[in-house]
């Protein structure tokens, strides 16, 4: 059975960082790519960021690249968004995804399997 369980989701001041987790299970966890989108109320699930661990490979999108940094764990099946200098732009919640191909990152509707998603709230 695939899981993909994402935490760390809170409340933070501008400026603050938090850091994702996601324990992924199920599946190749080398094979994959691995990462993080996020989604407001009437807007559609943005992709933020993937790491495929098996060839070294991350991708952020150009709203969090500078600021958020994307990591694994392979002993722990762990992928790690480490989200540095938030904005209250950021406040969303954030859901854990994986997918064979990263170019699904581009499109929500391709991606396979999907975590439950964690709240972020950037205060003012």
């Known amino acids: 059975e695939v899981q993909l369980q994402a935490s760390g989701g809170g409340l933070v001041q501008a400026g603050g960082s938090l850091r994702l987790p996601c324990v992924a299970s199920g599946f190749p966890f080398d094979d994959y790519a691995i990462g993080w989108f996020r989604q407001v109320p009437g807007k559609e699930r943005e992709g933020l960021s993937y790491?495929?661990?098996?060839?070294?490979?991350?991708y952020y999108a150009d709203s969090v690249k500078g600021r958020f940094t994307i990591s694994s764990d392979n002993a722990k099946n762990t992928v790690y968004l480490q989200m540095n200098r938030l904005k209250p732009e950021d406040t969303a919640v954030y859901y854990c995804a994986a997918d064979k191909y990263g170019s699904s990152w581009y499109e929500a509707a391709l991606i396979a399997f999907w975590g439950q998603g964690t709240q972020v709230t950037v205060s003012s």
């Open positions: 790491i495929t661990s098996g060839v070294a490979s991350t």
